[in-house]
């Protein structure tokens, strides 16, 4: 029997139309709203009139890959309105940048000092929800937010005590007019993690329920949710979720540990970083998850784990993800800030232990 520890947000809402529940499960006091750009429009028309005599806040500038200054600009807002409640509705960086205000707001000192470990997040935050737009990373049910500090290119987890939403509503319907290009890459982030979480190292009974059921639905309906078809957004935001719920407990694996630094050094974004390495690491991974991966494939019709990777690399390429990172400007003057920062504990979870000469031969191979 395995043995394992299960953290998850207090409540998670599934369905379309739940976003409507929102304003009734916030706590009294001042809110403050962290949105993408395309989500600004509906916010305000359909939230903001329910929070009627709150002070609000909503800022819909944060960028891409969220670099710490966002970080502290939304925080300050935060201490500024002395919100009680922080709401992250839109991607994973609107997602990621509200839960670590909802953790950071109430703590003294800069979030750069518990982005770098000189400090730690000791206690529990703001009141936080989250409420996906894309279906991909699985931000809203996981309890770390990916920060960059795009001086050093470093990009990393922020972790600590109770960051894991309050409160999350994963409502497809948030997801029906995202563009092809952020679907594809969004999905591929989802079935990666998991995938990774059926084979980490750390994966348990409850992780591997999940994930097998994300990667199901992910694998049969991302290309349909990339042509809006109603049904595949829905089985692909249910399948986002549930590989975040898997993830959170069994962590990922060496896609993500290399992706992270090869993402930010070459400004790939992390869905497609994903798709690149996947099959790869998959193939480097065969050797030592040969059973995990033929019973994975079976579970998808398939014959065996080679022909799982090659399904793989196809679906890639009917979504239009680049073959390789050369186009992403990956060369090898790159690989040593790679490889030095690629030992994060989703590397640890990898079911085979990879030396530095291993990843510059993964790294080779993107090329
Ligand atoms: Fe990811």
Redesign the pocket.
Known sequence: MDNYSLSYPGKIIFGNGERRQLPSLLPAGAVLVICGRHSRKRIADELLPLLNGRKTELLSDINPEVPISDVIRACDAARRICASAVIGWGGGSAIDCAKAVAALAPCDGNAADYFYGRKKISSKGLFFAALPTTA???AEVSGNAVICDPETDIKQSLRGVGMVADLAIVDPELTFNCPPRVTAASGM?AL??GLESLISKKADTVSSALALQAVKRLFFHLEDACRNIPAAREAVAEGSMLAGMAFSSSG?GAV?GI?HPLGSICHIP??EC?ALLLPVILKWNRSVCREKLDAIAAELGLADGDALISAITALNGRLGIPANARSYGLSAEKFDFIVRNSRSGSMKCNPRDLSDADIIKILEELQ
């Open positions: 991909g990373t699985g982030d990666t993690q990922l993500h992706g992390h869905g994903c």
